[in-house]
């Protein structure tokens, strides 16, 4: 599914990691740990193809491309809910019907807003608009930078219940977070040192 191989990366004149090379089965987790600036979003980036200033393989054998979530919530404030969700999706080339994206903001709590401007949502609102994605797109492997930030205690525990049924059913997960993952699943700690001193 994805193989990275000696992996060296340098970032603002500092190493962020050399030499790293981890594997990626399907129905796996792996959670990238490490203080602030070691190189954690960096290498999300890398990994979904958005950042090449890297030496090393990245070695992807996948039908469909990851699911990519970054830090922020990526969502356009000039446009609704919906329209940020089938947006989202057709950049994926998916193209959900309108039941799909209810039955997504439901799982979300957001359906009561989901003809609302995001630019009127709150942080924590709009992370839930990208997080409606999990429940979208049929991608083997999800890419996510902070996934349970800026969400409240049902947010977390529904999140946490999605990540577990996907999981279950054979898709793999590669986060960062600094918070303990609790998807009843076997979850592989990549540690990142920081800037030279890998």
Request: glycine share 10%; net charge negative.
């Amino acid at each position: 599914m994805l193989d990275v191989k000696n992996l060296y990366c340098e970032r603002n004149q500092g190493l962020l990691f050399e030499a790293l090379s981890f594997s990626l089965k399907p129905g796996k987790v792996i959670q990238i740990k490490g203080p602030n600036g070691a190189g954690k979003t960096t290498l999300l980036r890398i990994l979904c193809g958005l950042f090449g200033e890297f030496e090393g393989e990245v070695l992807w054998d996948l039908e469909k491309h990851p699911i990519y979530l970054g830090h922020k919530a990526g969502v356009k404030d000039l446009l609704t809910v919906t329209e940020n969700l089938n947006w989202l999706c057709e950049l994926q080339q998916n193209y959900p019907s309108s039941d799909q994206i209810k039955k997504a903001l439901i799982e979300v709590g957001l359906l009561a807003y989901k003809d609302v401007m995001a630019g009127q949502l709150s942080e924590g609102q709009k992370k839930r608009v990208s997080l409606a994605r999990l429940y979208l797109i049929n991608s083997p492997v999800w890419l996510l930078d902070e996934p349970f930030s800026a969400i409240d205690v049902e947010g977390l525990t529904k999140l946490e219940e999605r990540m577990r049924g996907y999981v279950e059913g054979g898709g793999s997960i590669i986060l960062t977070s600094h918070q303990m993952v609790n998807i009843d699943q076997d979850v592989t700690e990549l540690l990142l040192k920081g800037a030279n001193s890998c």
